[in-house]
């Protein structure tokens, strides 16, 4: 369109819209060797995720971890990997999650709210998307970096890349970023819903809770994910209404040398089949989408290690993905969010 009173002479710009631009953290474009290195490349130069002295880390990274790890983690990826589409469980995932959201926009706020995704690593990039959207006319950006509770790893390294997208724009678009939701009421009925229906309303000997983990210094620098990750089983116990001792909280995914949060699920749970708990379930109220950590990591990992130690019953309660109740919780999020504008 040409702006009012504008002389014919006028560039055309595309009619105003906001965008709501969801985040997940990302996925390797295939399980080969060099897509495998590019991925784990990106992810693991982010100083948010490995805070060492480039000088110290990155001759480590570039000839030791790179050249093996891409064969490893390629092998866990193909174990997982949605062959029909060509992509990874989140991949697919998410887009049903976008698919999901956009019905609801369009039903509430018609062709005015344009929704999105993004990965932090890999495609479609944050860049590439921030980039789409303001060609598409978003004056306004909600990003939604989709995780429940804040880790500067995860919520704050999406946000980063978000406001560096940003920095490129001629016409920047005015910005919100969602904060962490991990005791939202809403969220955690959620949560209970699909503890329930997997269980089948039973209280379990014991329900792992497993959060992805992190190194415990950043606990000690200020970092609250721990605290939220405490706070999000604790009332997830109570929505249940099950006696305290029912819900542990542990920690997968350690990677390298130091200390990180504990408990460790995969020790966790060996320790608990050792006590005589044969029969657990374990549920992932970090992810918002089932994943490698989940799907392969958990499922595999973390159940032998369970089993090899005497258990007998292992059940994984999948993530809320794109179940209704989830995108009912992510609509009124990003509505509450979107107050203003719309």
């Known amino acids: 369109m040409i702006p009012e009173h504008a002389p014919a002479s006028h560039p055309p710009v595309p009619a105003r819209k906001i965008g709501v631009l969801v985040a997940n953290l990302g996925t390797p474009d295939a399980t080969d060797y060099w897509s495998m290195r590019r991925y784990l490349g990106e992810f693991l130069s982010d100083k948010r995720v490995i805070d060492y002295p480039a000088w110290k880390w990155q001759p480590l990274l570039q000839t030791i971890i790179l050249t093996k790890r891409p064969f490893t983690s390629g092998a866990n990826y193909r174990l997982i990997w949605n062959d029909e589409a060509n992509e990874s469980p989140l991949m697919t995932i998410t887009k049903q999650q976008v698919a999901a959201l956009r019905e609801r926009a369009s039903a509430l706020w018609g062709d005015r709210v344009v929704v999105d995704f993004c990965m932090?690593?890999?495609?479609?990039?944050?860049?590439?998307?921030?980039?789409?959207?303001?060609?598409?006319?978003?004056?306004?950006?909600?990003?939604?970096?989709?995780?429940?509770?804040?880790?500067?790893?995860?919520?704050?390294?999406?946000?980063?890349?978000?406001?560096?997208?940003?920095?490129?724009?001629?016409?920047q678009p005015a910005a919100r970023t969602v904060p962490a939701y991990f005791d939202r009421a809403d969220y955690i009925d959620a949560l209970a819903g699909s503890v329930e229906r997997a269980l089948d309303g039973k209280v379990p000997r014991k329900l792992v809770a497993s959060y992805h983990g992190m190194p415990k210094r950043y606990l000690r620098e200020g970092d609250p994910y721990h605290c939220q990750c405490q706070k999000t089983s604790r009332l997830l116990r109570e929505r249940l209404?099950?006696?305290?001792?029912?819900?542990?909280?542990?920690?997968?995914?350690?990677?390298?040398?130091?200390?990180?949060?504990?408990?460790?699920?995969?020790?966790?749970?060996?320790?608990?089949?050792?006590?005589?708990?044969?029969?657990?379930?374990?549920?992932?109220?970090?992810?918002?989408?089932?994943?490698?950590?989940?799907?392969?990591?958990?499922?595999?990992?973390?159940?032998?290690?369970?089993?090899?130690a005497g258990g007998k019953t292992f059940t994984y309660i999948p993530c809320l993905n794109a179940e209704p109740k989830h995108i009912d919780v992510l609509t009124t999020i990003i509505g509450e969010n979107l107050a203003g504008w719309v």
């Not at 495609?123 to 989709?146: Q, Y």
């Not at 209404?241 to 990677?255: A, H, K, L, M, R």
């Not at 320790?271 to 994943?291: K, Y």
Request: hydrophobic share 40%; charged share 20%; proline share 6%.
């Open 120 to 171: 932090r690593y890999g495609n479609p990039s944050t860049p590439d998307v921030v980039e789409r959207m303001v060609k598409a006319g978003c004056d306004r950006i909600l990003f939604f970096p989709l995780y429940p509770q804040y880790a500067g790893a995860t919520t704050a390294t999406a946000n980063d890349q978000f406001f560096r997208a940003l920095m490129t724009q001629k016409w």
């Open 241 to 308: 209404g099950w006696p305290e001792g029912v819900i542990d909280t542990s920690f997968q995914s350690v990677f390298g040398t130091e200390e990180w949060l504990r408990p460790y699920t995969v020790e966790h749970v060996a320790d608990l089949a050792r006590q005589g708990i044969t029969e657990i379930a374990v549920i992932s109220p970090a992810f918002s989408a089932d994943c490698i950590e989940t799907l392969e990591e958990i499922q595999g990992e973390i159940r032998h290690a369970f089993e090899d």
